[in-house]
């Protein structure tokens, strides 16, 4: 069983930061890639970053620069460092891990990120 934990979330003043945390645990053998993706109310979910087990990283357009995705592969963690919030970063954030041999996707439990104006 594997389960995927998050932490971080709250609301912030725009132009504040917050970090992201993620933690898989459980019969782990490998993990490959992880990220975060985001939903807004009445809003599809989208991908906000992601990051391969060599630390390739991938972005959207709308947090380059601002937004930092990294991993701690001794603790099977993610985190996403999150600066210069907007109001429209408002969103329940979820974080998302590739697990196994047999690749298998978990996701997190989401997260509320709120940036008040």
Not at 36 to 41: D, F, G
Request: charged share 15%.
């Amino acid at each position: 069983q594997v389960q995927l934990v998050e932490s971080g979330g709250g609301l912030v003043q725009a132009g504040g930061s917050l970090r992201l945390s993620c933690a898989a645990s459980g019969s782990i053998v490998s993990i490959s890639a992880m990220g975060w993706y985001r939903q807004a109310p009445g809003k599809q979910r989208e991908l906000v970053a992601a990051i391969t087990s060599g630390g390739s990283t991938n972005y959207a357009d709308s947090v380059k620069g601002r937004f930092t995705i990294s991993r701690d592969n001794a603790k099977n963690t993610v985190y996403l460092q999150m600066n210069s919030l907007k109001p429209e970063d408002t969103a329940v954030y979820y974080c998302y891990s590739v697990i196994g041999l047999v690749p298998r996707l978990y996701w997190g439990q989401g997260t509320q990120v709120t940036a008040s104006s």
